[in-house]
């Protein structure tokens, strides 16, 4: 950039005007001001040499104030002659004349200048490149790439993590360019958009499933093999993301890869944990131990971190109360006393066979000053970083131990901080495409996956009222219509309920609220309740019990325009006992979708050897995108050679478990004609494993008995469990102790051999389940009638050609529909009787109602077989007195089960043909099914897919798009117009500019 003389004049003008003042003074002063302005220099100047002198050596700003500072008092005769018009023409017309040559001097320094800056820059986009090449050359070269520069890893001492982490950005770079296309088209149509918020997301390794999705992973093998890698050694190095813990953030993770597949608009969001829940191990004597899951160790290469996107969060303060100049109507404002900051992280989801690539958005809590830099000084050196820690712990581990005070301060903190964030995001997004803030329920639909979100509904008001001037009406009618709620229990104990005082303490505008919300809804419930207040006290969204607490789900049924359970028979429960008061109120707002899970993962990616048959036997691989074409395997159920591939890949897979088991436990066991019996859950009371444990005292105690030629009919077996315990849950902590002493016992005991053993594998994760599950003949779903929602492990059993043994519960009931009673092992009482079970239990003590082979199982394990009897007191107990679970009742059922099991696997040709139905009828147990349905039923939201190509020979390429050669000269019309079509994908755009200035190029050149 050069010194322009017109600079200086229109600085001087404005600074000291009268304007012929200032143009004269600068005129008549020019060379001094330049002495002044570059005395740094030797040089002098003159009027006809100044082309060195140059804006980066001065600064004109103080230059010329110092200048005209100085010369003010030295230059009165001027400043007198001006004053009084006292200019000679012929020196103004002389001035004029070197003014006109300074200005043509000027201009000839602006032609010179080496690189004019362009009037019309391009833009970023137009200078990246349109689109990674994937060829395995290319591949092998991008990998070489990270290693060198990403990493920074020397490229020709590979090894295998670093090659992972590199073969990892450059999937994660594709995944750029589609998410960039995917959110630009979102954006130009204006199309509403799903938002799912949730506290966990169970997502697994994620570099298979994305190769898979994006169709590379052949191009991948060849690339890597030719570093000297298989592709499985790669996969391995990746460690699971410790964002979740069961059922409910694995659904999250299906919903957003179905969501992607069938190009629905959509952002998932969460929070990113530090530590996630635990890592688990297994103590010398049988008990969980917890460590922390330092998951982040090393950067995750498939999370974006925004530095561009972050928002200050608020907790605790005051409310203060002002008149609104425009209605002259009280209104509230929020004043927080503490501040931390949200940071947006992203994790990209690709869609199997599309280009839609969407966002799952987690938010990091970042404090507003990391050190107090006066308490540092001072050597209160931990004081100095309180404020690090105390914003860190928001987001450090999943589920906090909420036994304590401190415990549930910091988990409501959580559960606020992620819906504050989001919404701030969401409004942002809004108004970004130019819409008020009435157009919100247009813009987005807000998914609440349980009650942990529900604080967004008080969230969302607040913004509209305190912050965007609406009246209540306008802002509740915006939030009931952007918000849907999802239940995903009934248990009374996990309907999250917090104190009033906790609540008021840290979001006392928030708690204001709640009140005026729950003030207003019973106001219309006792114009209609005629039964002296009963019906308000039940509806009532805060509850006068002991400590006065709000009633979460109450407020999300309240605050949302539909309330969705998650499998038949959870939401006839929902209507009819848990929110029966609220669904005679809302009779319309009460919907089922019944939950499902992504075939991506759940077969295609876990288990690819029966993908490959299923595809081969199909003659095509459109089942992987609509689940509903397995119903064709059908025919296919009683023939015999198939039986025997499928038979065969079900073999290949027990021998991965084997291998794995024998290096990560060092258990020897069998896998031919050995029955895999595996449950695998979070470990809960209702979920039963214990009783698991207890049939399998039953059947060790029964092969003690047992002559040798008796046990040589005796079908062999293995039982795996797998699951957590939370922290604070003792129960559940001794029922993994229980299970483990167990197995200690049974698997050593010299007399019993391979007939039967029980395993426990510590540290159950989505990468655990996938060696799990492809590897079943049978799992166990034996929860309690009435308390498992829906459940999805049972689907991804099923669908991996595992039988199913269960209870009449949550939806075991819609896989017997789908795949036939005839082909599920199910046992036991129905949700219906399960109260009178209860009631009787209590009158009359479960001890007394339970069957004697259940009773001398407890007694065996008072004696010590199983270790100290202590350690199990409190847990048989609770069998002995009440019972709540039902384990007495449901315990010779579930044994003749178990005996059913093991005398249907020894005839083969049965065994097999109900594993192929099984597999057959699953197609509606898909998450693209379940997607469909929220789409329809509640979000109202469309497909918006990018334009997809069939291959790059429809552009004229082969591999390079940048040489004339590669395309033909005959093309460049149909070039042309596919320009100008605005419904052309972005990046193909690209392409064709690219193609078409070559080809003017080209024509130009010859």
């Known amino acids: 950039m050069t010194f322009q003389l017109s600079y200086l004049q229109n600085y001087f003008s404005a600074k000291y005007p009268p304007t012929n003042f200032s143009t004269n003074f600068i005129r008549r002063n020019f060379i001094s001001i330049k002495k002044s302005i570059d005395s ?47 200019i000679n023409h012929d020196v103004t017309t002389n001035i004029n004349e070197k003014q006109k040559q300074i200005n043509k001097l000027v201009q000839d320094l602006e032609d010179q200048q080496k690189y004019p800056i362009d009037e019309k820059p391009f833009l970023i986009k137009d200078l990246i490149t349109p689109y990674l090449h994937s060829d395995y050359q290319n591949l092998q070269k991008q990998i070489a790439y990270h290693l060198e520069y990403t990493l920074p890893r020397n490229s020709k001492k590979l090894e295998t993590f670093g090659t992972y982490l590199a073969t990892s950005y450059t999937i994660r770079d594709r995944l750029l360019q589609l998410s960039h296309d995917t959110q630009k088209l979102y954006n130009e149509k204006k199309v509403k958009q799903a938002c799912y918020i949730s506290i966990e997301y169970l997502m697994g390794r994620f570099l298979r499933n994305a190769v898979l999705n994006l169709n590379l992973e052949e191009k991948y093998e060849q690339a890597l093999a030719g570093l000297g890698y298989a592709m499985e050694d790669i996969y391995d190095e990746e460690q699971d993301p410790a964002l979740g813990n069961g059922g409910l953030g694995r659904l999250a993770a299906c919903f957003l890869d179905t969501l992607a597949t069938h190009n629905y608009p ?78 947006a992280n992203d994790i990209l989801i690709p869609g199997y066979g599309t280009d839609n690539t969407n966002t799952l958005r987690l938010w990091s809590c970042r404090p507003i000053e990391k050190l107090d830099f006066d308490k540092f000084s001072l050597g209160d050196f931990k004081g ?320 003690k008995k047992m002559s040798k030629e008796e046990k040589k009919k005796v079908q062999r077996r293995v039982s795996f469990i797998a699951g957590k315990a939370a922290p604070g849950y003792i129960v559940a902590k001794k029922i993994i102790k229980l299970i483990n002493c167990v197995s200690k016992v049974i698997n050593n005991d010299p007399e019993i051999g391979d007939l039967f053993k029980v395993i426990f594998i510590p540290n159950y994760s989505v990468t655990l389940a996938e060696l799990l599950i492809p590897a079943s003949d049978v799992s166990e779903h034996i929860s309690t009638p ?45 949700a219906k009787e399960v109260p009178q079970i209860k009631q009787n239990n209590i009158e009359k003590g479960a001890w ?71 597999c057959a009828g699953s197609g509606w147990l898909s998450s693209d099914r379940t997607i469909k349905e929220y789409a329809e039923k509640i979000w109202d939201i469309q497909p918006c897919p990018l334009p997809k190509f069939e291959s790059e020979n429809q552009l004229g390429l082969n591999n390079s798009f940048c040489t004339i050669e590669n395309y033909n000269q005959s093309k460049k019309n149909d070039i042309k117009k596919l320009l100008e079509n605005q419904n052309v994908n972005d990046k193909f755009r690209r392409v064709y500019k690219i193609m078409y200035q070559l080809e003017e190029q080209f024509n130009k050149d010859n």
């Not at 009165?76 to 018009?85: A, R």
């Not at 997004?429 to 329920?441: A, C, G, N, S």
């Not at 876990?606 to 609509?626: A, V």
Request: charged letters at 25%.
């Open 786 to 830: 009435g308390c498992e929602a829906s459940g999805t492990s049972n689907m991804k059993f099923v669908l991996n050609g595992g039988l199913i043994l269960g209870t009449y519960d949550g939806a075991n009931l819609e896989i017997m529909e789908n795949s036939g009673e005839e082909n599920v092992f199910a046992f036991g009482i129905t």
């Open 384 to 703: 100095a970083s309180v404020q690090r820690i105390n914003a860190e712990n928001i987001t450090n581990i999943l589920y906090p131990n909420d036994n304590e005070i401190a415990g549930k301060e910091l988990r409501f903190k959580q559960q606020y901080f992620l819906v504050a964030a989001t919404l701030h995001d969401i409004i942002r997004r809004l108004k970004e495409q130019k819409r008020t803030i009435y157009e919100l329920p247009d813009f987005v639909a807000i998914q609440l996956n349980d009650t942990h979100p529900t604080l967004a509904i008080p969230e969302l008001l607040r913004i509209l009222l305190d912050e965007e001037k609406l009246t209540w009406d306008e802002a509740w009618g915006i939030t009931e219509r952007t918000f849907s709620y999802t239940n995903h229990t009934i248990l009374p104990e996990a309907l999250e309920k917090w104190p009033v005082k906790l609540m008021s303490h840290l979001l006392p505008r928030h708690m204001q609220l709640i009140e005026a919300i729950n003030w207003k809804f019973l106001e219309k419930i006792r114009k209609i309740e005629n039964d002296k207040g009963q019906l308000t006290k039940r509806m009532s969204l805060i509850e006068n019990s002991r400590d006065t607490l709000v009633r979460m789900a109450w407020l999300s049924v309240v605050g949302s325009h539909k309330v969705n359970g998650v499998s038949d028979i959870h939401t006839n429960i929902l209507k009819n006992d848990v929110f029966q008061d609220f669904h005679n109120y809302y009779p319309n707002k009460f919907v089922n979708v019944t939950n499902g899970v992504t075939p991506r993962r759940w077969l295609h990616a876990c288990n690819p050897k029966l993908s490959e048959l299923i595809t081969d036997t199909l003659k095509s691989n459109d089942w992987i995108y609509d689940l509903s074409h397995l119903s064709k395997l059908r025919e296919y159920a009683d023939n015999e050679e198939y039986q025997l591939k499928w038979a065969a890949i079900k073999q290949y897979n027990k021998k991965k478990l084997q291998r794995y088991i024998k290096k990560e436990l060092n258990i020897e066991i069998g896998c031919e004609d050995v029955i895999y019996d595996i449950q695998i859950k979070r470990i809960h009371e209702y979920k039963r494993q214990l009783m698991n444990v207890l049939a399998s005292i039953h059947f060790y105690l029964k092969l």
């Open 266 to 343: 959509a952002w998932g969001y969460g929070l990113k944990y530090n530590y996630g829940l635990f890592k688990q191990s297994i103590g010398k004597e049988g008990e969980q131990v917890e460590k922390t899951d330092v998951w982040l160790d090393f950067p995750y290469p498939f999370m974006i971190e925004d530095h561009f996107i972050r928002y200050p969060i608020g907790f605790y303060g005051s409310i203060e109360t002002y008149v609104d100049e425009e209605t002259k109507g009280t209104r509230f404002k929020w004043k927080p006393s503490e501040y931390v900051i949200a940071q």
């Open 848 to 918: 007394h109602l339970m069957p004697k082979e259940l009773q001398d199982i407890l007694g065996i394990i008072e004696e010590g077989t199983f270790g100290d009897p202590e350690d199990f007191h409190g847990l048989l107990e609770e069998l002995k007195g009440v019972d709540r679970y039902i384990t007495g009742n449901d315990f010779i059922p579930y044994i003749k089960a178990l005996d059913d099991v093991m005398s249907t696997y020894q005839n083969h040709q049965k065994w097999w043909r109900m594993s192929i139905l099984g």
């Open 40 to 86: 740094t220099k030797s040089k002098k100047y003159d009027e006809n040499n100044f082309s060195n002198l140059s804006v980066k050596q001065f600064n004109p700003k103080k230059a010329l104030n110092k200048f005209v500072i100085s010369n003010l008092d030295t230059d009165k005769s001027f400043f007198s002659t001006f004053s009084s018009n006292r």
